[in-house]
């Protein structure tokens, strides 16, 4: 593995290795995140063109605790706002010995296009690329369903909201499948669920009550609006009346369900105050994980393993 750009196409035992790796990086309560020398010398470069709260930061923290020196460019004030090509901003970037790219950006293929085009030494991290993928965020939440649930052969997992805009579901989705889970339900409007969807293997349900019951995890997704120019949007409410995760709907999960959110969650349109912070959630530990699980993708993508 040299650059991480999708979970499609990755075999399970990759992805075994990867969790595996992660939890070397956790201490024994799985809330502390151990420093290790794995990439001491290298550069990590954060190119986030589109905003980030939690993988821009855990994505830093993560090459901190590899001992790695990191970069993080203000692309807002960088000379991309002056015409400065993609390619062009990443050939100068690597003039200053960059080790390894994490990249953001709206439009689904940049990664790839900057993969195909930087020095072969050089490794690069899809940090979520327009609808198309989001790697880490597939794979922290395997992370967090393999430390909660144990086993994925067993499992009903409902992802629940835009998917047809998310990149999250789509990593999930693959991940998933890959991993054994035998029951993946995608639940939302029509407008908002792709029917194609059925093609993977997911079943598709436009109704929230038949699409939760009985689930051991529940991922919520948020509606993402920023990708959805022109489309005829429902109001917050009435998303929430049907879609909303309320500990009345959540009553009719697995009574042993965990809630999943990528973030950021927006209150009172796709979930319920009192589930985001209630017993069932895991959003926060979600989070958490992300360190580790970073920093597992940037040391095997390196060669540097513990
Ligand atoms: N989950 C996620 O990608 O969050 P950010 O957009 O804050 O990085």
Redesign the pocket.
Known sequence: LIHLLSIEGLPRAVLHHILDTASTFLAVNEREVKKVPLLRGKSVFNLFF?????????FEIAAKRLSADVLNLDIAKSSASKGESLLDTIANLSAMHADMFVV?HSESGAPYLIAQHCAPHVHVVN??DGRHA?PT?GLLDMYTIRHYKKDFTKLRVAIVGDIVHSR?ARSDIHALTTLGVPEIRAVGPKTLVPGDLREMGVRVCHDMAEGIRDADVIIMLRLQNERMAGAMLPSAGEYFKSYGLTEAKLALAAPDCIVMH???INRGVEIDSSVADGRHSVILPQVTF?IAVRMAVMSIIAGNEA
């Open positions: 589109e905003n980030s709260t939690r993988t821009r930061t855990t953001r940090a979520g989001h965020q999250v990528p973030g950021p992300g």
